[in-house]
């Protein structure tokens, strides 16, 4: 009887723990892969990102300058700057091309300008003068402010941590002694009707315990002409009237019908962001202290200083907004100086030792150059 002869298996396994090695060398690969693929395509979106976010930025800017140039056509024209109060691209009164490249849907989606804004903001109040101009109309009458505050702070500093640390109050230490993280203010108010009632007082940054509180200055006070007074600050101010650290509120305004002020203001020890706003009531904290998310108290518009734009740009599906405060005071372009005089060349000054007579002569005519 024949046997069919048996054929022995052999035992090795190596193959199998290659073909093992070579799956798991293919699925790293493919996670690799991956992985590349999903850093490519977020560096791609993060790229075209930022390509809409400057195109929407840019559709933004012109809605600001269309209604730049409306606004400066109405001061050369002398008549009033017509608001905008809708995000309708068909107001009469700014003629706009919003679509600035329909084929990829590039345009600034809504444009509004308010000529009488409440609120006056100056982003960077440095050590060359500027001037403000304070007026307001409203349903009780022309210009009858009775109350300004002005919030300040630090336009590098940071506003989430006052300090102040060994107070200098009421001094002015040289720079390198100062060590407060807000500047004082100088400012000066001067009527429009009777520039002999001015006042000039410098405000004063100190630290404060209370949320939205604030100093005063009794403007009717004359005897505080030329005071130092002390401001309230604190980190985290949330009232509409307080948007920054340092607060002062100047109250007893004067009333009368030409109830204007020009107000100059300075920065010492370093820029600052200065707001300001005129509430209705008079000293009274409970209608100063505005509460951003629960507003209790009413507001003046100003006039003739400042016009707000707000702008929104459009790119695809990104959006981008901006808030613009366009000047319209003429005497917004730092015209005026700090001093009586102010030259870049040497000044002759020339002196007389008065006589015990009545009558000043001057006995040595001529100019500096031969009589110094």
């Known amino acids: 009887m024949n046997q069919t002869p048996r054929i022995k298996l052999s035992e090795d396994q190596s193959g199998m723990a290659s073909i093992l090695i070579t799956m798991i ?58 608001a905008k109060t809708t995000c309708s691209g068909s107001d009469a009164n700014y003629p706009s091309n919003p679509n600035l490249d329909p084929t990829h849907n590039i345009r600034y989606t809504c444009l509004l300008v308010d000529p009488q804004p409440l609120s006056l903001v ?18 009780m009458g022309p210009y009858n402010i009775q109350t300004l505050v ?58 404060s315990n209370t949320q939205n509180g604030y100093g005063t200055l009794d403007y009717a006070d004359s005897s505080k002409n ?11 101010n949330d009232a509409v009237t307080m948007p920054n650290m340092c607060n002062v509120a100047i109250y007893d305004l004067s009333t009368d019908n030409d109830g204007g002020y020009f107000i100059r203001l300075k920065a010492l020890y370093g820029n600052q ?27 003046f518009n100003f006039i003739n200083d400042q016009v707000l734009v707000d702008s ?28 009586a005089i102010q030259s870049t060349n040497s000044i002759c000054k020339k002196f007389f030792a008065i006589p015990s007579t009545d009558t000043l002569v001057d006995t040595a005519p001529g100019d500096c150059s031969t009589n110094p």
């Open 273 to 299: 962001t200065v707001t300001i706003t005129a509430p209705t009531g008079n000293n009274d904290a409970g209608a100063i202290q505005c509460i951003a998310t629960a507003p209790h108290c009413n507001l």
């Open 150 to 207: 002005l919030s300040w702070q630090d336009t590098t500093l940071p506003s989430s941590n006052f300090a102040c640390s060994g107070n200098n109050y009421p001094y002015f230490p040289p720079m390198s002694g100062w060590n407060c993280s807000a500047g004082v203010i100088r400012m000066d108010i001067v009527p429009f009707n009777d520039p002999s009632s001015d006042r000039v007082v410098f405000l004063y940054p100190t630290a």
């Open 226 to 236: 030329g005071s130092v007074i002390p401001a309230q600050c604190y980190s985290t």
């Open 122 to 139: 100056y982003s960077s109040i440095s050590d060359q003068s500027k001037i403000v101009q304070v007026q307001s109309i409203n349903t």
């Open 25 to 82: 060398s293919m699925i790293v690969i493919a996670l690799i892969v991956a992985g590349f693929t999903q850093i490519s395509l977020h560096e791609q979106r993060a790229a075209l990102d930022k390509v809409l976010s400057t195109q929407a930025l840019d559709a933004a800017e012109s809605g600001v300058n269309d209604a730049q140039h409306t606004i400066e056509a109405n001061i050369q024209s002398n008549t009033p700057i017509p």
């Open 312 to 339: 929104t740009g459009q790119a695809q599906d990104v959006l981008k907004r901006l808030q613009v405060r366009i000047p319209i005071n003429p005497l917004d372009s730092n015209i005026v100086p700090n001093a």
